[in-house]
């Protein structure tokens, strides 16, 4: 079982940027991929990005290309991810989750574990 806190959220103005750290408890962090996803107010949630277990494989939503960045730590049970040029529209709770295995999914019913969230505001 894997338990994961976020930290990194905030207040930002557009065009700033922002890193989100994913924290997990378990010694086989290494075993899971990780994604993140974010819901904004009446949307739907969304895959951001992902990782998969050993760091050398990753998956961006084609609006996040170029401007996020995600990256991982075993060592430290951490994946973070770097947002830049942030724009309003990237406002949302920001939610990491894992799943066990070594490939990274686009499916959020694939992800067993779920952090709280936490919330990114850009203001325009």
């Known amino acids: 079982q894997v338990q994961l806190v976020e930290s990194g959220g905030g207040l930002v103005q557009a065009g700033g940027s922002l890193r989100l750290s994913c924290a997990a408890s378990?010694?086989?962090?290494?075993?899971?991929?990780i994604g993140w996803f974010r819901q904004a107010p009446g949307k739907e949630r969304e895959l951001v990005a992902a990782?998969?277990?050993?760091?050398?494989?990753?998956y961006y939503s084609d609006s996040m290309k170029a401007r996020f960045t995600v990256s991982r730590d075993n060592a430290k049970n951490t994946v973070d991810l770097q947002m830049n040029s942030l724009k309003p529209e990237d406002t949302a709770v920001y939610r990491c989750?894992?799943?066990?295995?070594?490939?990274?999914?686009?499916?959020?019913?694939?992800?067993?574990?779920w952090g709280q969230g936490t919330q990114v505001t850009v203001s325009s």
């Open positions: 989750a894992a799943s066990y295995g070594s490939s990274w999914h686009r499916n959020a019913d694939l992800y067993a574990y």
């Open positions: 378990g010694r086989t962090f290494s075993r899971y991929a």
């Open positions: 990782i998969n277990w050993s760091g050398d494989s990753a």
